[in-house]
């Protein structure tokens, strides 16, 4: 992970976990345009990691979270736009993506702690829902054979507790080179 100008860090996600965080990228996708077509697709490039039961599974796993993170949100804002999310098939990771995958890790190893550090990053509240499918989650991604362990990603949350990802706001059109 290299240290930017800006003193941001960059994370490079593996194929395998781009894979899984294209799930939560394409919920965007979903609700806005209800394009069932979208989640297809990438049930599709998961079978290329694992089976396609399990990819179905693991599919399904991150609509319901992704769902319940976006209901349990403790801020006002709607719709929430503000999840910072890469393109599609990007390695590259945001804040939010890392804070996700971070709450994910953190349910799954029990850590709950860190998981309320994750869900405050992402302006979501941690209940027993939230909770139960992160973890649900966490443990069918590792019985794909997909790791997300908190030694992974608590230190992005570490780094500065207090610090939550700011909604980034798109460049005018005119300032794009």
């Not at 399904?60 to 736009?81: I, V």
């Not at 709950?112 to 909770?131: C, E, I, M």
């Not at 443990?139 to 909604?167: C, F, H, N």
Request: net charge negative.
């Amino acid at each position: 992970m290299p240290m930017t100008d800006t003193g941001t860090i960059d994370v490079l996600l593996s194929p395998r976990m781009a894979l899984v965080v294209d799930i939560f990228r394409a919920l965007g996708d979903f609700e806005a345009f209800y394009d069932v077509s979208v989640i297809d697709t990438l049930e599709a490039r998961l079978t290329t990691a694992t089976d396609p039961n399990t990819a179905r599974a693991v599919v399904s796993d991150a609509l319901l979270l992704g769902f319940a993170m976006r209901n349990q949100r403790t801020d006002a804002s709607w719709p929430h736009g503000d999840w910072e999310m890469k393109p599609i098939g990007a390695r590259q990771a945001s804040d939010h993506e890392c804070a996700t995958l971070t709450l994910i890790a953190a349910c799954t190893g029990d850590d709950l702690v860190l998981a309320g550090q994750a869900a405050r990053a992402l302006s979501v509240k941690l209940n027993a829902t939230v909770s139960s499918l992160a973890r649900d989650m966490g443990q069918r991604l590792q019985r794909a054979g997909v790791r997300i362990a908190v030694e992974d990603w608590s230190p992005l949350l570490a780094r500065d507790e207090k610090a939550q990802p700011t909604p980034r706001s798109p460049r005018p059109a005119s300032a794009r080179s």
